[in-house]
């Protein structure tokens, strides 16, 4: 199943001064140039490489510091030793994430038992079931080993996914992110604007994907990792409003660029007549589950993600 057509990034980016916008340039370039010289080389040496980078360079920069933070706040019960195993791990994995993201198109996916695939997805039955329904619905994931399969999983799977994603600090580079969702739908950004599109999508029966696992500082507090965690309700919000399904996909790299993503059987917001009670009970379902995720793999997860208040 091939994906042709480019996707849409839709944006509203503030205004900036000449002398950021130069820098701006400079910086996009760079972004642009680097792409473009991955795409020359093989798929595991560049992996590797982004390993190597992520493992060696990310424990000596300052966000380190909220990694490690994090992982203490989570796992009070690990050594010192035993959270730098799992910090050194996530920056492999994040470096492998970031210089995987152009060669993405070469990543082969197929069902348990097909050959010479790099991506084994589990579950497809479950994603065929929203594609089939005539009904909007909803795909969550989190920020998991190579989380970009998660997308793709399901856009390869004949779904036009529409993306709710963080705008990036460099307007310069937003097209980078049509290389993420080719095929897909329209790339939603966050914010008053991106919620009021994505209700317009899901009121013509599209489908969402969504990341549950990012802060959002005027969300609501939800327990994840026994502390409580200021976390987005909009996916709540929107399969309880939509009665939707909402399908967790999970991606976990196994070894190099080898990867299972895991489409689970859809969840549904029960309807009580308590609209905020309802929506609090599935994000603290949704917490449990990612919680689940990242106990199983640690070093996998993102922990770089200002999760909980100091």
Same mark, same amino acid.
């Given at each position: ?18 002398g ?9 370039l760079l972004?642009y140039l680097?792409?473009?010289i991955?795409r020359?080389?093989?798929?595991d ?5 982004? *390993?190597?980078?992520?493992r060696?360079i990310?424990?000596?920069l300052?966000a ?8 203490e706040?989570?796992f $009070? ?17 994040f ?9 993405l198109?070469?990543?082969r996916? *197929?069902e348990p038992?097909t ?14 079931q929203?594609?089939?329904d005539?009904k ?7 920020h998991?080993a !190579?989380?970009?399969?998660? *997308?793709r999983s ?7 996914l ?6 990036? !600090?460099?307007?310069?580079t937003?097209?980078l992110?049509?290389h993420r969702?080719p ?9 008053a604007? *991106?919620?009021k599109?994505?209700l ?5 029966g599209e ?11 005027d969300?609501?507090?939800?327990p994840?990792?026994?502390h409580?965690?200021m ?5 709540a ?6 009665d939707c399904?909402?399908v967790p996909v999970?991606?976990?790299r196994?070894k190099?660029t080898?990867?299972?993503?895991t489409?689970y ?17 599935f994000?603290?379902e949704?917490n449990?589950?990612l919680?689940?995720?990242? #106990?199983? #793999? $640690? ?12």
């Amino acid at each position: 199943m091939s994906a042709e057509n480019p996707a849409t990034v839709t944006s509203n980016l503030p205004p900036v001064s000449t002398g950021k916008r130069v820098f701006q340039f400079i910086q996009a370039l760079l972004a642009y140039l680097c792409f473009a010289i991955v795409r020359l080389l093989p798929l595991d040496v560049v992996s590797g490489f982004g *390993g190597w980078l992520g493992r060696t360079i990310g424990p000596r920069l300052g966000a380190n510091r909220r990694a490690r933070r994090n992982l203490e706040r989570a796992f $009070p019960e690990k050594t010192p030793a035993e959270i730098e195993t799992i910090i050194r791990g996530m920056w492999d994995n994040f470096g492998r994430v970031a210089f995987e993201f152009p060669l993405l198109h070469r990543l082969r996916f *197929g069902e348990p038992g097909t050959p010479n695939i790099h991506v084994e997805v589990h579950g497809y039955e479950n994603t065929d079931q929203l594609r089939d329904d005539d009904k909007p619905g909803i795909f969550l994931s989190g920020h998991f080993a !190579n989380w970009e399969l998660a *997308g793709r999983s399901i856009i390869l799977r004949g779904i036009p996914l529409h993306l709710i994603y963080r705008l990036p !600090n460099n307007p310069m580079t937003v097209k980078l992110l049509m290389h993420r969702n080719p095929g897909g739908g329209e790339m939603i950004p966050k914010g008053a604007r *991106g919620a009021k599109r994505a209700l317009q999508l899901l009121m013509n029966g599209e489908h969402l994907g969504i990341m549950a696992d990012q802060k959002l500082n005027d969300g609501i507090a939800i327990p994840f990792f026994g502390h409580d965690a200021m976390t987005a309700p909009a996916l709540a919000q929107f399969a309880r409003r939509f009665d939707c399904p909402v399908v967790p996909v999970r991606v976990e790299r196994i070894k190099g660029t080898k990867f299972m993503v895991t489409h689970y059987p859809p969840r549904y917001v029960k309807d009580t007549g308590d609209k905020q009670a309802d929506i609090r009970a599935f994000m603290i379902e949704v917490n449990q589950m990612l919680e689940d995720w990242a #106990r199983e #793999r $640690p070093e996998q997860w993102l922990w770089l993600h200002n999760r909980w208040p100091d």
